[in-house]
């Protein structure tokens, strides 16, 4: 499969002017013409990425953090994702780089600053996965989703996006498509996530467990208490493998074998 630069376009939401224009509006794929579409003061990613939904009109919408770089060729690598699929005769909604199989394998290929390295499990062709993280992923626009607007803030809606998906006879894969995500350190999960990790327990409860790319989802929440408390341990070795946000994500890429310097 081959398409255009206008078959594509980005939504993102923005509170930090400096990261977005550091990583991801120094992507070569913005670069190479692929327009950017971006939602300030939202009240959440839902109603931030239906905004942009609205506002767009290309066929395949790559929604992205502000912090997340996308190497060259990367746009080379999701046709030649779309294209297998099509071959292969599987319906799909969503493509990421990054996300969680049915037994809760990590798949995919990302450089995280925040970790100070590759993670993920690299693949060879598209896997169907039960949720993305949220750092990226691509919509496929004619499958008709929206996100849900009743779940707060920031967090899940990677989860909750594939579900909705998958509930309607559409697939959610990962494809072989390494980003650079240069996150920064976070010390502990807030109320914001435990909002969003009850939100999706509640919605779909007759699913669970689902393994988000934190942790489990499950009925009585366990999963959630027990992150906090290893967090809680593991806080300073943690702090202590992340690092500098401020460097060039080319840098990291080209480091990590995801790209090369010219």
Not at 42 to 70: C, E, K, M
Not at 91 to 111: I, Y
Not at 223 to 235: C, E, I, K, S
Request: proline content about 6%; hydrophobic content about 45%.
């Amino acid at each position: 499969m081959a398409f255009a630069f206008s078959d594509l376009c980005i939504v993102v939401a923005c509170n930090d002017e400096a990261c977005l224009a550091r990583n991801l509006l120094a992507s070569p794929l913005v670069a190479a013409g692929v327009p950017v579409h971006v939602e300030r003061g939202a009240p959440s990613a839902s109603v931030a990425y239906n905004r942009g939904l609205d506002a767009t009109t290309a066929p395949l919408v790559i929604f992205a953090h502000q912090d997340v770089w996308f190497p060259p060729g990367w746009e080379q690598r999701l046709a030649r994702a779309i294209a297998a699929l099509e071959i292969a005769g599987q319906p799909w909604a969503l493509l990421g780089p990054f996300g969680m199989s049915a037994e809760g394998q990590h798949l995919g290929d990302v450089w995280s600053t925040s970790l100070g390295r590759r993670v993920g499990a690299s693949v060879t062709a598209p896997q169907p996965v039960q949720s993305f993280d949220e750092l990226a992923f691509v919509m496929r626009r004619a499958a008709g989703l929206r996100f849900d607007e009743a779940l707060p803030l920031w967090h899940f809606y990677g989860t909750d996006i594939v579900q909705t998906a998958l509930a309607a006879g559409q697939g959610a894969y990962v494809f072989d498509a390494p980003v650079v995500h240069n996150d920064g350190f976070k010390a502990q999960l807030g109320d914001d996530f435990t909002q969003g990790y009850n939100f999706i327990r509640r919605k779909w409860r007759s699913k669970l467990p689902i393994r988000s790319s934190i942790l489990w989802i499950t009925r009585f929440g366990t999963p959630l208490w027990r992150y906090r408390l290893r967090a809680g341990r593991g806080l300073e070795k943690r702090r202590a493998m992340a690092l500098d946000t401020g460097v060039a994500p080319e840098i990291y890429a080209a480091q990590s074998g995801i790209a090369k310097l010219d």
